[in-house]
């Protein structure tokens, strides 16, 4: 059993800053893909950005320029660094991983999700 753990929401400011993390644990061989989505009230669940194993990243035109993630392979843990927070990236930011397990079956795993605010 692998579980999905976030942390670093909260409420915030226009124009600030949070950091969130996702820590995996479990029978992990390998982690291919990890990342974040994201689900605004009355929206639907949205890529924000990911990164696989070999580096490549992928992000949302509405966050490029002000988000990064980044990875620790050694830890099965992903990180979004958000700057320039707008008040439309109010969201519920879920933690996702395409994870391997020493079976070698790979399962889509979500995180229970991180409230994200901001607000004057």
């Known amino acids: 059993q692998v579980q999905l753990v976030e942390s670093g929401g909260g409420l915030v400011q226009p124009g600030g800053s949070l950091r969130l993390s996702c820590a995996a644990s479990?029978?992990?061989?390998?982690?291919?893909?990890m990342g974040w989505y994201r689900q605004g009230p009355g929206k639907q669940r949205d890529l924000v950005a990911a990164m696989a194993k070999d580096g490549s990243t992928n992000y949302a035109d509405s966050v490029k320029g002000r988000f990064t993630v980044s990875r620790d392979i050694d830890k099965n843990t992903v990180y979004l660094q958000m700057n320039g927070l707008k008040v439309e990236d109010t969201a519920v930011f879920h933690c996702?991983?395409?994870?391997?397990?020493?079976?070698?079956?790979?399962?889509?795993?979500w995180g229970p999700g991180t409230q994200v605010t901001v607000s004057s």
């Open positions: 479990g029978n992990i061989f390998m982690i291919h893909v």
């Open positions: 996702n991983a395409d994870v391997e397990d020493t079976l070698g079956s790979v399962e889509g795993l």
